[in-house]
């Protein structure tokens, strides 16, 4: 039995041109799948290799211990590495500063969270700044894979784990307590809810638009157009 027959192409004992063509096409697309899987779980390597070595750092630290224990009881929830690292990516000093290089860089998402922190009189314009490019990041993150992000974030009901809701305060803790902000724990919650409410809202635009492999197998100057 050929390759051809065995997908049902082959439409005589000789094969047709066309049931060949059908099957060279079929070939093609399975290749630019697998390429587009293969380069999508490695940049997902790459994040989950940064976030690990995070958590070897802060293991050496007993005052982080309770982060340790979050970030794994989030990886056992099946929180994608790289929308965890995006999270604690303010709390660590190293990724701040590469955090604020890509926001001053990058072009900004539609849509960007720069709207949500545009109008809160509490926060100072400098760490507006630095927060909408933590929530751009955040969000960049989620989009990898929406649908898996938006599943393994949110309850049954909808509503968003606590535990995500624990990161996203210890990372604004560390954030706002380096540049000797004094914000309550109900104010640091308030913002925590406003950095991911609209990154939520995008994800589900998203994930009605399209399934996780489609984004994975769509090509990078699609996706970044």
């Known amino acids: 039995?050929?390759?051809?027959?065995?997908?049902?192409?082959d439409t005589d004992s000789s094969g047709s041109a066309e049931s060949r063509e059908k099957f060279q096409e079929m070939m093609r697309e399975s290749a630019k799948a697998a390429k587009a899987i293969s380069g999508h779980q490695a940049?997902?390597?790459?994040?989950?290799?940064?976030?690990?070595?995070?958590?070897?750092?802060y293991?050496?630290?007993?005052?982080?211990?309770?982060?340790?224990?979050?970030?794994?009881?989030l990886?056992?929830?099946?929180?994608?590495?790289?929308f965890i690292l995006a999270v604690l990516s303010i709390a660590d000093p190293e990724m701040e500063k590469e955090l604020r290089t890509t926001f001053e860089a990058a072009v900004l998402l539609e849509g960007s969270t720069l709207a949500t922190f545009g109008a809160e009189n509490f926060i100072p314009e400098n760490i507006k700044v630095e927060l909408n490019a933590w929530g751009d990041s955040i969000m960049k993150a989620g989009l990898l894979m929406p649908g898996k992000t938006l599943q393994s974030v949110l309850t049954p009901?909808?509503?968003?784990?606590?535990?995500?809701?624990?990161?996203?305060?210890?990372?604004?803790?560390?954030?706002?307590?380096r540049h000797t902000?004094?914000?309550?724990?109900?104010?640091?919650?308030?913002?925590?809810?406003?950095?991911?409410?609209?990154?939520?809202?995008?994800l589900r635009e998203v994930s009605k638009e399209?399934?996780?492999?489609?984004?994975?197998e769509t090509p990078v100057a699609e996706t970044s157009a």
């Open 157 to 177: 009901e909808q509503k968003l784990k606590s535990l995500v809701l624990d990161l996203l305060e210890f990372s604004l803790e560390e954030f706002l307590e």
């Open 210 to 216: 399209k399934s996780d492999i489609e984004i994975i």
């Open 181 to 202: 902000i004094d914000f309550s724990p109900d104010r640091i919650r308030q913002v925590a809810l406003l950095s991911i409410q609209s990154v939520l809202l995008k």
């Open 1 to 9: 039995m050929t390759l051809e027959s065995f997908f049902g192409l």
């Open 75 to 82: 990886l056992q929830e099946n929180v994608p590495g790289a």
């Open 59 to 73: 293991m050496k630290d007993p005052s982080k211990s309770d982060i340790v224990f979050l970030v794994i009881k």
């Open 43 to 57: 940049q997902q390597k790459k994040q989950e290799d940064k976030l690990a070595k995070i958590l070897m750092r």
